[in-house]
């Protein structure tokens, strides 16, 4: 099945600085990958994707880039915030099926 | 998106038992799917349900242990059977985002803990 890694496993960041997340792919036929955001006690979040025909989406203060020849796509979030506090999830789609990283747990600190 | 919910939120059980989890959808979506959260981790794929067709099970998950049901395109069941503490985890559904493509919404999971 496909590996997906993903890098840090946590990251704490100064309020108004920025985090990035890396995740790494195996398989060159995955064609969608998105981000989900996990705060304790719920369900992740889909906050952001990006299909394999494009190499950058941003919504607001996050943006997904993709770099398909290198196999792999990051998570950019500006003018962090408090609330961006949480584990975020890289996933890769494959027919249809998520194969999930390890999860970022980000702490925004005040 | 889809509102999904997701029934019991959490519960406590004894080894040897089953639990059925219920997830509703407020719109019918073809491809629904069970993950499995163990604490701490990352979430990994159960099985897929489709209406009107068997469960695709993914390696290491099998029928006896974790069967499904999908009843119609809004609702379906995910029962642990004979459990055991490993089997204490977050169990969540989620459904296809309706695009016709791969974007899968998320329930607000099930909490099971196993004494």
């Known amino acids: 099945g496909e590996n997906v890694e993903q890098h840090p496993s946590t990251l704490s960041v100064q309020e108004g600085d920025s985090a990035v997340i890396k995740c790494t792919y195996s398989d060159s036929a995955s064609n969608y990958f998105p981000w989900y955001k996990q705060e304790l006690g719920k369900g992740p979040q889909l906050i952001i994707d990006i299909r394999s025909n494009v190499g950058e989406k941003k919504d607001q203060r996050i943006a997904v880039t993709l770099n398909k020849t290198a196999k792999h796509f990051s998570l950019h979030i500006t003018e962090t915030q408090p609330e961006d506090s949480a584990v975020y999830f890289c996933a890769v789609s494959n027919d249809y099926k998520l194969s999930f990283g390890a999860g970022t747990t980000v702490t925004v600190r005040a | 998106s889809a509102v999904i919910s997701q029934k019991p939120s959490r519960d406590i059980c004894q080894r040897g038992t089953s639990l059925t989890i219920q997830c509703q959808v407020d719109?019918?979506?073809?491809?629904m799917f069970w993950y499995r959260q163990q604490p701490g981790q990352s979430l990994t794929l159960i099985a897929t349900?489709?209406?009107?067709?068997?469960?695709?099970?993914e390696s290491g998950f099998v029928i006896d242990k974790f069967p499904i049901s999908r009843p119609n395109l809004t609702f379906s069941t995910l029962t642990v059977s004979n459990m055991s503490p490993e089997d204490s985890s977050i169990y969540l559904c989620?459904?296809?985002?309706?695009?016709?493509?791969?974007?899968?919404?998320f329930g607000p999971g099930t909490r099971l803990t196993v004494l």
């Open positions: 349900a489709n209406q009107g067709s068997e469960a695709t099970y």
């Open positions: 719109s019918q979506v073809t491809m």
């Open positions: 989620s459904v296809e985002g309706g695009s016709g493509g791969d974007t899968q919404y």
